[in-house]
């Protein structure tokens, strides 16, 4: 019985329920910090700077202020789900959404008939 009324509290907490409309909010310089130092681990000569970083995810944020709105739920919800499983990127949540629409609006035009036989017929 106390199992079943944690569980309809959970369900009834307006925190865990609600579902945001905004952009949520990532932890990107945990990402940052952590991306500046592996690259510095494995010595690569173009290693990627803190504020380099820092200014991508911040770049790729603001971008999604003009997508978001305008993206459909399902598809938030599955980038966002997919950008903060390996990190917390605003880069990957803007990648995934741009690739999702681009894969939508490619799968709606209609089939080309190129250079078909039926080309020319009427």
């Known amino acids: 019985m ?3 009324l944690f569980s309809l509290a959970l369900l009834a907490s ?5 579902i945001s409309d905004g952009i949520p909010e990532l932890k990107v310089e945990a990402l940052c910090k952590a991306t500046t130092e592996t690259d510095k681990a494995m010595g690569l000569a173009l290693a990627q700077s803190f504020a380099d970083c820092m200014r991508d995810e911040t770049a790729a944020q603001q971008q ?3 997508l978001w709105a305008t993206t459909r739920p399902a598809v938030r919800n599955a980038c966002e789900s997919e950008a903060t499983i390996v990190g917390q990127s605003y880069v990957d949540l803007l990648t995934c959404i741009q690739m999702t629409d681009v894969a939508t609006a490619t ?3 209609p089939a080309l008939r190129g250079a078909s036989k039926n080309r020319n017929r009427q």
Do not use: H, M, Y
């Open 107 to 109: 799968s709606t035009t």
């Open 14 to 18: 307006p925190s865990l329920v609600e």
């Open 2 to 4: 106390n199992a079943a």
């Open 64 to 66: 999604l202020g003009t």
